[in-house]
């Protein structure tokens, strides 16, 4: 079992920048591919970016290529996501997630495991 904690999440104005965090505890964060999706009201669960196990390859939704990045650091189990110049339409409830699959075909069905959000608006 593995329990993820995400942090970070907050109002920011268009433009600005985020860090969210997601803190893994119960098994070794190194054992998955990592993910993380979000959902907008109204809409389906996305994926926006994927990480292998050792963080050496990294995957982008095209909507968010150039200005999010994804990283983990295995030693503090944690995974990150940096967002920068946010736009009104990434505004959502961001998830990270964790799988005993491929990072490079991740998707939003068949990840093992989830954590339960964190709310990021951008204001315009």
């Known amino acids: 079992q593995v329990q993820l904690v995400e942090s970070g999440g907050g109002l920011v104005q268009a433009g600005g920048s985020l860090r969210l965090s997601c803190a893994a505890s119960?098994?070794?964060?190194?054992?998955?591919?990592m993910g993380w999706f979000r959902q907008a009201p109204g809409k389906e669960r996305e994926f926006v970016a994927a990480?292998?196990?050792?963080?050496?390859?990294?995957y982008y939704a095209d909507s968010v290529k150039g200005r999010f990045t994804i990283s983990r650091d295995n030693a503090k189990n944690t995974l990150y996501l940096q967002m920068n110049s946010l736009k009104p339409e990434d505004t959502a409830v961001y998830y990270c997630?964790?799988?005993?699959?491929?990072?490079?075909?991740?998707?939003?069905?068949?990840?093992?495991?989830w954590g339960k959000g964190t709310l990021v608006t951008v204001s315009s």
């Open positions: 997630a964790a799988s005993r699959g491929a990072a490079g075909t991740m998707g939003a069905v068949g990840m093992d495991y």
């Open positions: 119960g098994r070794t964060l190194s054992t998955y591919a």
């Open positions: 990480i292998t196990r050792i963080g050496s390859s990294t």
